[in-house]
């Protein structure tokens, strides 16, 4: 009904950048806010940034300052600018929307399938 699908994951040295997105899709009414998560080996899920529908932002205390995250409406795409890389960001990140849908009206919680980005010393 609706679908993430993310793109942009990969291997990066040391201080290099990357860009993620994460493409909507399917059938719904709106698409409130929208966020990155991220999950590295052996460690619980965190969330990394967020977008509010009125495209107010908030970020992990460990990334402020060096990612960015942006969202494209027109085109239902959520980006992540990711900057000045360090290996502790190597994780599977994940894209997350709140999501209005009809049949009747209802909200829906939507999650990406996840892109690798590996950082390397």
């Known amino acids: 009904q609706v679908q993430l699908v993310e793109a942009g994951g990969g291997l990066v040295q040391a201080g290099g950048s990357l860009t993620l997105s994460c493409a909507a899709s399917?059938?719904?009414?709106?698409?409130?806010?929208m966020a990155w998560y991220r999950q590295a080996p052996g460690k619980q899920r965190e969330s990394v940034a967020r977008?509010?529908?009125?495209?107010?932002?908030n970020y992990a205390d460990s990334v402020k300052g060096r990612f960015t995250i942006t969202r494209d409406s027109a085109e239902n795409t959520l980006y992540l600018q990711m900057n000045s890389l360090k290996p502790e960001d190597t994780a599977v990140y994940y894209c997350?929307?709140?999501?209005?849908?009809?049949?009747?009206?209802?909200?829906?919680?939507?999650w990406g399938q996840g892109t690798l980005v590996t950082v390397s010393s």
């Open positions: 399917g059938s719904f009414v709106s698409i409130n806010g």
């Open positions: 977008i509010s529908g009125g495209g107010v932002t």
């Open positions: 997350e929307a709140a999501v209005v849908v009809t049949g009747p009206y209802k909200n829906l919680e939507v």
